[in-house]
């Protein structure tokens, strides 16, 4: 009933850009954190970006500098914006949502809701000359 689907991952030489997109879909009543996490072959996932609903972020001090997360809270949407990217950003990219999902809704408007936390199926970034 809630899904998140990344899109913009590919193939890029080093020094170059990508953007990823996530969109999240279903019975949303709101969002509060979105975020990107990656993991590379052999490692543990890790955090690279947050975005809370209000605009805070916070970085991985290994993408300080070079990657950007951006939202459009109206199409429930988070943006990761890479430059200068680096054969070691090489992974699969997850998009994570904190969110109150609608669990119900009655005639008069009123809606009952939960929070939950909920992941894309990941998007791979391979940065390789």
């Known amino acids: 009933q809630v899904q998140l689907v990344e899109s913009g991952g590919g193939l890029v030489q080093p020094g170059g850009s990508l953007r990823l997109s996530c969109v999240a879909s279903?019975?949303?009543?709101?969002?509060?954190?979105m975020s990107w996490y990656r993991q590379a072959p052999g490692s543990q996932r890790e955090l690279v970006a947050t975005?809370?609903?209000?605009?805070?972020?916070n970085y991985a001090d290994s993408v300080k500098g070079r990657f950007t997360i951006s939202r459009d809270n109206a199409e429930n949407t988070v943006f990761l914006q890479m430059n200068s990217l680096k054969p070691e950003d090489t992974a699969v990219y997850y998009c994570?949502?904190?969110?109150?999902?609608?669990?119900?809704?009655?005639?008069?408007?009123?809606?009952?809701?939960?929070?939950?936390?909920?992941w894309g199926k990941g998007t791979l970034v391979t940065v390789s000359s």
């Open positions: 994570n949502a904190v969110l109150d999902k609608i669990t119900s809704a009655s005639g008069d408007g009123s809606v009952s809701y939960a929070r939950m936390d909920y």
């Open positions: 279903g019975r949303i009543l709101s969002i509060d954190s």
């Open positions: 975005i809370k609903r209000f605009g805070t972020t």
